[in-house]
């Protein structure tokens, strides 16, 4: 004996927010249609209409799939109080904050053992100078949030050692950047912030690729303890975190910024 189910939705660029619903509905239509059991009588760029002939059991998990609730919909947890009114600074962590290497360095701040393939590797940790100030810094002025591409098995225990004093309120890895041309990308519109209140600080310019207006860039760093950029930053911040939003600031900066490449070019 068979069910008739009929399933309506709207394709992604309706309700791109849903995209990830739909999919799992697309999904499960097409586990169905497998089974030739589905007939399509309508695929129009707005909306698609699905007739599917199922079993009780493949009706009961398609009224399963309906629902379950929604996947999350923001990559941060919702704004505690005491970080209410401060705008939201996301950082990088590799060449922006430390530089890692699997190289043995004599002195490095941190070891970090990382299992890769069932093999355990020592990751030797280098602290950019004045990273402590900047951090501390920061945490005072703004909800902090550190976003690497990097693995959580390697980028967690790093930030455990790095963060003395719970500045990051989300840590964000590698899963949740989106991959776009060859780059993991840090979608600022997926975090659940208002974007006028939101920068990135980041050495690599592919990671804001989707908001470069949010940006502000930093030089990579690897071993060069002369460098001040992050104790260079501090006045910044300070400022910008009294502006009602980010971007004439960062506009200023970037302008700052492609002067100084052209000259350097
Ligand atoms: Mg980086």
Not at 14 to 33: A, G, I, Q, R
Not at 152 to 169: E, M
Request: with cysteine.
């Amino acid at each position: 004996m068979f069910h008739f189910s009929v399933l309506f939705f709207a394709n992604s660029s309706v309700l791109p927010s849903s995209f990830p619903m739909l999919w799992k509905l697309f999904y499960t239509s097409l586990s169905f249609k497998k089974t030739e059991k589905s007939v399509w009588v309508l695929h129009e760029p707005l909306i698609s209409i699905c007739v599917l002939a199922v079993s009780p059991e493949e009706h009961s998990t398609l009224i399963h799939v309906f629902q379950s609730p929604p996947p999350a919909k923001y990559l941060l947890p919702e704004l505690t109080a005491s970080d209410y009114g401060k705008k939201c600074v996301v950082i990088d962590l590799d060449e922006t904050l430390v530089h890692s290497s699997f190289k043995p360095i004599s002195n490095a701040d941190f070891i970090v053992p990382v299992e890769i393939d069932g093999t355990i590797h020592q990751v030797y940790v280098l602290k950019r100078p004045h990273v402590d100030e900047f951090l501390q810094r920061m945490g005072e002025l703004f909800e902090c949030v550190l976003f690497t591409a990097s693995l959580a098995k390697y980028a967690d225990p790093v930030a455990d050692l790095l963060d003395r004093w719970g500045v990051f309120r989300a840590r964000l890895f590698r899963e949740s950047c989106v991959f776009h041309r060859g780059n993991y990308v840090k979608d600022l519109s997926r975090l659940g912030r208002e974007l006028s209140k939101v920068i990135i600080v980041d050495n690599s310019p592919a990671s804001y690729i989707f908001h470069p207006e949010n940006a502000v860039p930093v030089q990579s760093w690897f071993d060069d303890m002369t460098d001040t950029e992050l104790l260079d930053l501090i006045p910044f911040f300070e400022g910008l975190s009294k502006e009602e939003e980010v971007y004439s600031m960062l506009h200023k900066l970037c302008n700052r910024s492609v002067g100084n490449y052209l000259t350097e070019e």
